[in-house]
């Protein structure tokens, strides 16, 4: 099925998915896959503000096959046109080649082969951290009970990951003269940099907590603004940062924690911008309730069981709600979000093949 693989990936590489600026419609691409899909029931839903989703059904199936078709932004550092395919050294290189527009050509060569129940569904706005098509999807009556989705798996089934959370901080000074006696506590800079010194310690001793093979609280600070020159206290100051939490770790208790780590009256605002579960999603005894679960699918499924994984993805949205999830998908994670973006030939391969003997399954 390469061949087919191949050639549904060269048409899906050509549209322009990045996001941002998620210019994205319901025509061209959709109108490509719609096309792909005889014999499908197929509804095209715009969610606005370039999120878009599709959802293709056959049959009367259980389970849900979700992959995003949106794309991070390409770069300078690409050597060649990040929309043109190119298969060369046995790589598939093209921007959402591996994340994840291959499995997404794989799920279209599985379909022309199989005539079994199957249901797809493709969304626009992973990358973005904007769940509005799975949100969408899950709060109708929607009727399945397993979702397999697609991310850089290496083909193998993986039942747990790291939550998310991202986190906008301002803290408050009193503009002065730095030359003043109250400038070590009057500038909001100075709060900033003791908050995230203390956070920096607290993550530290969170090194020893384990889950399904995952160690610690992964922790960044990835942007701290504030301040205007040298010989002046800084009035405001802001911190954006970001926190993965294992399975078992209470996203709302992190939170707490890292909200207290600053002296009284310090904080102006403390803002999560955005929140992923963990995978499974609930407490200890529901995650390992969950995991059990996604395990036995996998097995039905003959899929190999792979490790733990530190990237989020949104099957943790499908745990959440109910439903049994897995992620599985064809290429390497260490490959996504690069320039000259590769998922290799064998890797393409294999999920095709894998999943047309998943829908030809009686």
Known sequence: MLPTVLQHLDALVSFDTRNPPRLIGTGGMFDYLRAQ?????????????????????????????????????????????????????????????????????????????????????????????????????LGSDHGFAEAVVAEPTQCEAVLAHRGISSVLMKFRGAAGHASGANAMHASALHQAMRWGNRALDFVESEAHQRFGGLTGLRFNIGRVEGGIKANMIAPSAEV??????????????????????VEPGAVERYEETFRGPSLPAGDVAAAEQRRLEARDLADALELPIGNAVDFWTEASLFSAAGMTAIVYGPGDITQAHTADEWVALDQLDRYAGSIARILGQR
């Open 37 to 137: 899909l005889p014999g499908f029931r197929v509804t095209v839903t715009d969610h606005g503000e370039g999120a878009v989703s599709m959802l293709a059904v056959r049959g009367r199936p259980t389970r849900v096959f979700n992959v995003h078709m949106d794309t991070v932004p390409s770069s300078p550092a690409w050597s060649a046109d990040p929309h043109v395919l190119r298969v060369t050294g046995g790589r598939a290189i093209g921007l959402g080649a591996c994340d994840i527009k291959g499995a997404a050509a794989g799920l279209l060569a599985a379909a022309a082969v199989t005539d079994g129940d199957a249901a797809f569904l493709f969304s626009t706005d992973e990358e973005a951290n904007d769940a509005r098509c799975i949100a969408a999807f």
């Open 240 to 261: 954006r940062f970001g926190f993965r939490p294992l399975p078992s770790m209470s996203i709302d208790g992190l939170h707490e924690r890292f909200g207290t780590l």
